[in-house]
């Protein structure tokens, strides 16, 4: 069977050292009730990645980003409430403009502190804690990983990264 994840994207929106979330309690059928996320959600059939998280961030939030900057993807196997496979493009946005909701449907908006976000006292998915240092590391480039799940749980993790100010395929 061909590998036909769910495409998601993921946005962490930064202003100075502080970072924007949703406390995902807005709805009780919710996979990620009570945890914190980054904005984001699925693909359209007719949009592009870059288009998909503008309009994601834009839905809820109330904010309009500016050349958000992909910092890496996951590939997610089984992540979803049925098992089903999951691929995420992650994003970073330090632009935008427009009003800040306080709320939407899914949750809460919240800006967090970076140092609190990288700490452990916030409830997140167990896998995010393996790639967010990466999205937030400037000697990063890029990262691109795979991170199974079975049951909510990430199994493992495997990781490539390219670091900053490496030319594509130079050495």
């Known amino acids: 069977m061909p590998y036909a994840p769910v495409l998601g994207t993921l946005c962490y929106l930064l202003d100075a050292d502080r970072v924007l979330l949703i406390h995902r309690e807005g709805r009780p059928d919710d996979v990620h009730l009570g945890k914190y996320n980054g904005l984001g959600g699925k693909v359209e059939p007719d949009e592009d990645v870059v288009s998909a998280i503008v309009r994601e961030v834009r839905e809820e939030s109330g904010l309009l980003i500016e050349m958000p900057r992909l910092r890496g ?99």
Do not use: K
Request: without cysteine; charged residues 20%.
């Open 73 to 171: 993807t996951v590939s997610w196997p089984g992540f979803g409430a049925g098992g089903e496979d999951w691929f995420g493009f992650v994003f970073v946005a330090d632009a935008w403009s427009g009003d800040l909701l306080s709320e939407n449907p899914e949750g809460r908006l919240e800006w967090v502190p970076l140092s609190r976000l990288l700490s452990f006292d916030l409830e997140l998915w167990p896998g995010d804690r393996y790639f967010l240092p990466l999205v937030f590391d400037e000697s990063v480039e890029q990262f691109h990983g795979v991170m199974p799940y079975r049951d909510g749980v990430p199994q493992s993790w495997a990781v490539s990264v390219t670091p900053a100010g490496r030319a594509p395929g130079g050495a």
